[in-house]
Nanobody, 120 residues
Framework: QVQLVESGGGLVQTGGSLRLSCAIS????????MGWYRQGPGKQRELVAS???????NIGDSVKGRFTISRDSTKKMVYLQMNNLKPDDTAVYYC??????????????WGQGTQVTVSS
């Protein structure tokens, strides 16, 4: 089993910044596509950003230009830098790891979540 632990959430004002971190226990970290999802009050869970082992990123339209995802293969960490935060960014943010292959099928792991609250 892969363990994911998020940190870095908190309370900020509109326009502020936060950086979320996710530590991953996977021995073959670079095989996993890493992502950040969020679920706000009364909203569906949505993909915020993802990054492959090769560094290809996908950023959700609602956060494009404000959020950046990155990963560190040495530390086995993934980060979400959030700038110019808005009240609509308020949500629980979840770290996700996925990989596909003939030996393991589709693996999908989630962290416990970290709360981000943006005040107006």
């Amino acid at each position: 089993q892969v363990q994911l632990v998020e940190s870095g959430g908190g309370l900020v004002q509109t326009g502020g910044s936060l950086r979320l971190s996710c530590a991953i226990s996977a021995s073959m970290f670079n095989q996993y596509v890493m992502g950040w999802y969020r679920q706000g009050p009364g909203k569906q869970r949505e993909l915020v950003a993802s990054i492959t082992g090769g560094g290809t990123t996908n950023i959700g339209d609602s956060v494009k230009g404000r959020f950046t995802i990155s990963r560190d293969s040495t530390k086995k960490m993934v980060y979400l830098q959030m700038n110019n935060l808005k009240p609509d960014d308020t949500a629980v943010y979840y770290c996700n790891a996925q990989r596909w292959g003939p030996d393991w099928g589709h693996e999908n792991y989630w962290g416990q979540g970290t709360q981000v609250t943006v005040s107006s």
